[in-house]
């Protein structure tokens, strides 16, 4: 399945909210469009929070994206990933043309 990273930003609303049950709430959302999360971390500078999240297709990540943000009040901004082994082997390609 595809992997996509999701970066969230609190509002200040957001911040209000936070706690382990919404988290737990939020795992739900994720698990319900057919997500897994491979990671979920807070941090420090331009966003609040990094998850790593395996998805069947871009539409449920899309799903996921706006139902969280529902959900938390948190805006998150998701971007699919493509390995490193895998994207030299594209540019490679591209060279070709």
Avoid: W
């Avoid at 969230?8 to 739900?28: F, H, M, N, P, Q």
């Avoid at 807070?42 to 706006?66: I, R, Y």
């Avoid at 943000?69 to 805006?75: D, E, R, S, V, Y």
């Amino acid at each position: 399945m595809p992997i996509f990273m999701m970066f969230g930003k609190y509002s200040s609303e957001a911040l209000k909210g936070i706690s382990s049950e919404r988290t737990d709430r939020a795992v739900e959302v994720i698990k319900k469009h057919g997500g897994k999360v491979v990671s979920m971390y807070a941090v420090l500078g331009e966003h609040d929070l990094v998850f790593t999240l395996d998805f069947p297709d871009m539409e449920k990540a899309l799903a996921t994206s706006v139902q969280l943000n529902k959900l938390t009040g948190i805006a998150f901004t998701t971007s699919p990933v493509v390995e490193v082994e895998k994207f030299d082997k594209l540019v490679g390609e591209a060279k070709d043309i």
